[in-house]
């Protein structure tokens, strides 16, 4: 079982910033990947940046197409934590933010999601 906590989420201002934080516990040795999600009010939950291969110094990353340029994602040299930083928010990044773990025989693990709201 792997456990992911997030925390940082809050209330941002539009062109602010803020940092997320996802911890992974437990056994973390199965997971290649981690990422983080979104999910607004009446939307389907989206990607927002992941990393693969995530025990790689250099792990391939992958963002959604709204973030790109804004949001980024890192992760610490025991990839048992991941960051996502996120400069010039605006209103549409308003969501829940989700992360997500995926494990060897494509386990799925989420964490329990993060309010982030962006208003002036």
């Known amino acids: 079982q792997v456990q992911l906590v997030e925390s940082g989420g809050g209330l941002v201002q539009p062109g602010g910033s803020l940092t997320l934080t996802c911890a992974a516990s437990?056994?973390?040795?199965?997971?290649?990947?981690m990422g983080w999600y979104r999910q607004s009010p009446g939307k389907q939950r989206e990607l927002v940046a992941a990393?693969?291969?995530?025990?790689?110094?250099?792990?391939?990353?992958v963002y959604g197409g709204s973030v790109k340029g804004r949001f980024t994602i890192s992760k610490n040299n025991a990839a048992n934590t991941v960051w996502l930083q996120m400069d010039n928010v605006a209103p549409e990044d308003t969501a829940v933010y989700y992360c997500n773990a995926d494990a060897i025989g494509g386990i799925e693990y989420w964490g329990q999601g993060t309010q982030v709201t962006v208003s002036s």
């Open positions: 990393l693969h291969n995530i025990h790689k110094d250099d792990p391939t990353t």
């Open positions: 437990g056994s973390i040795a199965g997971i290649y990947g």
